[in-house]
């Protein structure tokens, strides 16, 4: 294996702070100093695309495509993402290798002219750019104005400052990795506001058969991590999940049982369907989808018209 390895990553300041941790447990694991890794920073579609919601450019693929192509061409020897940034279909040649320990998986409200979402005065904008987060706040509060909201963490709360929007919903685990816990004044329960698929885990994206890569790899891995993150990305995948579907899944590991509740929306946030699994950890992948048939069940296929 050459001497560096090259840590591939968006530029923003979250993405850097996951690429960090990543580093530093690598560095940590194997014993190894700074200089045996370069962090190369990878503008992404999804990055440079600011003027409409991602649902209508493209999707989750945005945030990856150009990292996985430098991946695919061995300009990077990894690749470092927010885990439910990550399409369920990979391109040929790649996988997902390690996932490390999860954060706090809750969502979180930063008010501007209310400390809780049920404070707001009626008529208030909340901003948001993601359609599980729309979804769910008109479901709690049909009379606010959803407006849409794009860029980064810092972007969005500059938006706040400057009067875009009386708050904005952001997942607790990025701000609590860029020391912004402080900006946060309430956290959304998780049965009441549940997360996306993969919310608040940092997976690791590499070359199949890179064995030097994945022995590396394998000494960082979290195995509950990666067992809920099978689940929930088998539920999304069966699903057919990507930014135009409100889906949220959220999946816990305890000794060997997994507990998996998911959930899909209607846009508007006037209808959903529910759906709870339990079951063998070794099992993920196959509950996961399990749960998918049965909340598309419950739903019926007419539920699903006009996702697309």
């Known amino acids: ?34 200089a045996a890794f370069e962090v190369v920073v990878i503008s992404t579609s999804g990055d440079r695309i600011q003027d409409r919601p991602l649902s209508e450019a493209g999707g989750k693929g945005l945030f990856t495509k150009e990292i996985e192509e430098a991946l695919l061409a061995g300009r990077i020897d990894i690749a470092v993402h927010s885990s439910k940034d990550m399409p369920t279909l990979l391109p040929d040649g790649l996988e997902l290798s390690a996932f490390l320990p999860r954060e706090d998986a809750r969502d979180a409200f930063v008010g501007k002219t209310a400390k809780r979402i049920a404070d707001l005065p009626q008529g208030s904008k909340v901003g948001s750019s993601s359609l599980r987060r729309q979804a769910l706040i ?83 891995h979290d195995v509950p991590t990666g067992q809920a993150l099978t689940c929930e990305r088998a539920f999304l995948a069966a699903l057919d999940g990507s930014c135009r579907t409100p889906i949220a899944g959220h999946a816990t590991i305890a000794g060997e049982t997994l507990s998996f509740a998911g959930l899909i929306i209607s846009p508007d946030g006037t209808a959903s369907h529910e759906v709870e699994l339990d079951g063998p950890a070794k099992d993920a992948a196959r509950i996961g989808a399990d749960a998918a048939r049965t909340v598309r069940a419950k739903a019926g296929e007419a539920f699903f018209d006009g996702w697309a």
């Not at 050459?2 to 990543?22: C, D, F, N, V, Y």
């Open 138 to 220: 008109r479901r709690m509060r049909p009379d606010l104005d959803v407006v849409m909201f794009r860029g980064n963490v810092q972007t969005r709360l500059r938006k706040l400052d400057e009067g875009v929007a009386d708050g904005t919903i952001l997942a607790y685990a990025g701000l609590k990795r860029l020391g912004l816990e402080h900006v946060v004044t309430d956290l959304m329960p998780l049965d009441i506001f549940p997360p996306a698929p993969g919310q608040g885990a940092i997976c690791i994206e590499s070359r199949i058969g890179d064995a030097g890569v994945e022995k590396m790899l394998l000494a960082i």
């Open 1 to 34: 294996m050459q001497t560096t390895l090259k840590i591939g990553t968006r530029g923003s300041p979250l993405a850097l702070a996951q690429a960090h941790e990543t580093q530093a447990r690598l560095m940590a694991a194997h014993g190894l100093p700074e």
